[in-house]
């Protein structure tokens, strides 16, 4: 797995075809257990690096698109498994808990739902105040700047453009590691305000 | 390939086991002719991509530790080759030009030497004055900041930190594209200069 930016947070990506970006699951390596957020299939290399550092307590799912290898993970780390609560009746694999609006899975990492995007409820997570993690609906194809969900895949362009407009408002977001494509390490909300201006504008 | 934050720079990936990065390859798109530099194996899709956007000229390699698939992919374009000055005598392959200082390797797209590092007059590239494309010497394990080669592999420690003072020196750089980790790409000059602050207090 590769360091982001902190020494407690490693991504490991999959190039997608389709779309010439990385797909990037995360982990958040804790003494108490680790969180990985929409975990595709790890390397035996990356398997040994995140056995090496403890257990992996959780597993977060931002939304039905994202299952990737959660459950396999989930099989061989003992960890539970957490999905988005709106899409509950629904989902392809059992979750341990269902997650919406304020809900903390773990002391530092908070849930925002996000409305509009292809699935009902998709989450982002919130760590430490400054971190903002996205699955589908805010992403980046290309560095440096980010890009919402393409509008054919949008069930609600308004609703997801109202729950953007909701991520500009947060000041204190530095960095932004979205789920599909490049990350933004500094000066975050900047760029949340330019992809909400964007859709305003738009 | 993935866009970098222009759409005329692509880069791809490979992801390193010993070290925990991505080794990366760029792509400068060109009307006369691509520049590829520190060229990695490319897959079939990206192959198709690259090619799909027209030929390839140039391939650059910064130091001898970073020919990768250069010869293959000059094979499969007709790119011709250029490599540094400073190691002409021993280069694993044929050159057909080599760099050094100030050379303008096509309109745009300059060379500096950096001294002191795992080889002799390793290149860096700046193109279009505000992107400074580094290959060895200057990289990134972890996101967000800006490291030296790990010291045990600098020929000279102090002709390299001499040449990181100079990289800092260029108030112009917004962008660092490092051939090795994690691409800077906002206040690239910041990052440069507190790379050089951590050499000299360290």
Redesign the interface.
Same mark, same amino acid.
């Given at each position: 797995?590769?360091?982001?930016?902190r020494?407690d947070l490693l991504t490991?990506?999959v190039?997608d075809?389709d779309r010439?970006?990385?797909f990037n699951s995360i982990a958040w390596i804790r003494p108490a257990g680790h969180v990985l957020i929409d975990p595709l299939p790890l390397s035996d %290399?990356d398997w040994q690096?995140l056995q090496s550092l403890g257990e992996t307590a959780w597993i977060v799912i931002t939304n039905s698109d994202h299952i990737r290898a959660s459950q396999e993970i989930a099989d061989r780390t003992g960890a539970q498994i957490a999905g988005p609560r709106a899409e509950q009746a629904t989902f392809a694999i059992g979750c341990d808990r269902y997650l919406a609006e304020g809900d903390e899975i773990v002391p530092g990492l908070t849930v925002m739902e996000l409305h509009g995007s292809k699935t009902p409820g998709e989450l982002a997570l919130l760590l430490d105040d400054n971190i903002l993690i996205t699955g589908d609906l805010v992403r980046a %194809?290309?560095?440096?700047?980010l890009m919402l969900l393409p509008q054919p895949k949008l069930q609600d362009p308004k609703a997801a453009q109202e729950s953007v407009q909701r991520l500009a408002s947060l000041s204190q977001i530095e960095t932004v590691l979205v789920g599909d494509g490049?990350?933004i390490?500094?000066?975050g909300h900047q760029y949340l305000q330019a992809l909400a201006q964007k859709q305003l504008s738009g």
């Open positions: 797995m590769k360091f982001l930016h020494l490991w990506s190039f075809c010439n970006v990385d %290399h690096h %194809h290309q560095a440096n700047q490049w990350s390490f500094e000066n």
